[in-house]
């Protein structure tokens, strides 16, 4: 649902009734990921996706009922043997959908507004439904912030409250989206409960070190993937606006004086474009000690042989030195600015997602990646 919360948060402000269908679970190869959604007001409008197109029609359907009833109904579809092109999955898939009305009569109507508002101010945020459950803990949410603190609830439970908050704030340190299940007796209601918690965080964060016409290129691209786009350069007469107008900032600043005292994280990508001794040491020994997602440096081989002994000079080991994408990004033949940006972009999606770079045409490999696996061995590679 935070998903589009832009869109829908308009419609909360207008005071529209609408039911929003959420992927909670996929199996197999599902096209969108939980958290994904499809959300339809009372005069049919409908805004997003849940599957790419398979099953569009039937959860449009389900919104439209939920409006009418206002029942919280979980639904799952899945490939269909019979008939692909029936109501399934023909990409042989499964996904589970939570369609939830909400109504301005509804109990969790202020939940969703201010969840709804604050990720479409780019505010961290976790929203919380019941997915399986007793159905009267259905259709009500649980809102929690960065603080620890939170709206809403489930009823006359607030032991599960006090748990479901807490959970949900895990999921939300780690920008995470996804269900978590709770027994009979940690849920206080009689009942095991599933439990979805959709996780709203800033963009992440591209940092493009080096004002050059490359540069500009991938600022846009970066935009276009959703990214906080920042670009640095020490010479003001090259980081401009009039040269980079689509950059969320622009630093005039020596490359890592600025990485120094900027926030970074595990989302973050820093593309060093700068292609200049002087400037590509201090920065790399600088990113490649950095939790960050994604370290490339632009240059040919023999730069980046020379470029390798350099940092190897100033301590840099080669575990650290592992982690540099040089020369950056895929082997697509990529000769102008924007196809070198589209080459860099597409090797930050594969390291973002677990891809390999290979063509899918007659390849064994699966489309979708199990990216929290990789996350997971990423951190402990990191430790």
Do not use: N
């Amino acid at each position: 649902m935070l998903d589009i919360a832009e869109e829908l948060d308009r419609w909360a402000e207008q005071g529209r009734d609408f039911a929003v269908a959420t992927v909670v679970a996929v199996g197999g190869s599902a096209p969108r990921q939980p958290g994904a959604a499809l959300a339809v007001d009372a005069d049919g409008t409908a805004i997003g996706s849940v599957s790419g197109g398979c099953v569009e029609g039937a959860v449009y359907e389900l919104c439209r009922q939920a409006l009418e009833d206002g029942e919280t109904v979980l639904e799952r579809f899945g490939y269909s043997d019979e008939d692909a092109f029936a109501v399934g999955l023909t990409c042989g898939g499964v996904i589970d959908i939570l369609v939830t009305p909400v109504r301005t009569d509804g109990p969790a109507r202020p939940v969703f507004a201010t969840a709804l508002a604050a990720a479409a101010r780019g505010e961290a945020a976790a929203v919380a439904r019941i997915a399986e459950g007793p159905a009267q803990l259905r259709g009500r949410a649980l809102l929690v912030r960065p603080d620890g603190s939170y709206d809403g609830g489930f009823g006359a439970h607030p032991g599960l409250d006090r748990t479901v908050a807490a959970e949900a704030g895990a999921f939300l340190d780690a920008g995470r989206t996804g269900t978590l299940e709770i027994g009979e007796q940690g849920s206080r209601c009689g009942a095991p409960l599933t439990v979805l918690v959709e996780s709203s965080v800033p963009a992440p964060r591209m940092i493009v070190f080096g004002a050059i016409d490359f540069a500009s290129a991938l600022v846009r691209i970066g935009k276009f993937l959703g990214y906080h786009v920042t670009v640095c350069d020490a010479r003001p007469v090259f980081a401009t606006r009039a040269r980079f107008p689509e950059a969320d900032e622009i630093v005039v600043q020596w490359p890592h004086e600025y990485l120094e005292r900027t926030a970074v994280d595990g989302r973050t990508v820093l593309c060093v474009l700068t292609h200049d001794a002087k400037f590509d040491v201090p920065l790399l020994k600088l990113a490649l000690r950095l939790p960050v997602a994604y370290v490339g440096a632009l240059g040919s081989r023999r730069t980046h042989l020379d470029r390798g002994e350099r940092l190897r000079a100033v301590g840099v080991s080669e575990l650290e030195l592992a982690r540099l994408r040089s020369p950056i990004g895929l082997d697509l033949g990529a000769r102008t600015p924007e196809e070198t940006a589209l080459s860099i972009a597409a090797e930050i999606v594969a390291s973002r997602r677990g891809g390999s770079g290979v063509s899918l045409t007659g390849a064994h490999t699966p489309i979708h990646h199990d990216t929290a696996a990789l996350r997971a061995s990423r951190i402990g590679s990191v430790a």
